[in-house]
């Protein structure tokens, strides 16, 4: 089991920006292909973005363009940076293996409100 820790979150205006942070126990480099998710009110999780261990990079379309993936594996940690912030963005935000999410590793994620 690895123990993800999601911070960053916050209450923004829409076009405004987030940084989120990922501290992942263990190496983060053990894993093929990590990411973000995010979970809307009533809605499934989805993938927002997937970073491979040689740094590539894949995006929803929903947040091409917007937001950009990054790690560390040095320090075991990725982020997520988040601008040009719509109120459909609003979500909770995790991070997990990819591209489908280990069942035990969930953390409780950290809460992105875009509201004026």
């Known amino acids: 089991q690895v123990q993800f820790v999601e911070s960053g979150g916050g209450l923004v205006q829409p076009g405004g920006s987030l940084r989120l942070s990922c501290a992942a126990s263990?190496?983060?480099?053990?894993?093929?292909?990590v990411g973000w998710y995010r979970q809307a009110p009533g809605k499934q999780r989805e993938m927002v973005a997937t970073?491979?261990?040689?740094?590539?990079?894949n995006y929803a379309d929903s947040v091409q363009g917007r937001f950009t993936i990054s790690r560390d594996m040095g320090k075991n940690m990725m982020w997520l940076q988040m601008n040009s912030l719509k109120p459909e963005d609003t979500a909770v935000y995790y991070c997990?293996?990819?591209?489908?999410?280990?069942?035990?590793?969930w953390g409780q994620g950290t809460q992105v409100t875009v509201s004026s």
């Open positions: 997990n293996r990819a591209p489908m999410g280990n069942a035990a590793d």
């Open positions: 970073i491979t261990r040689i740094g590539s990079t």
């Open positions: 263990g190496t983060l480099s053990r894993f093929l292909l």
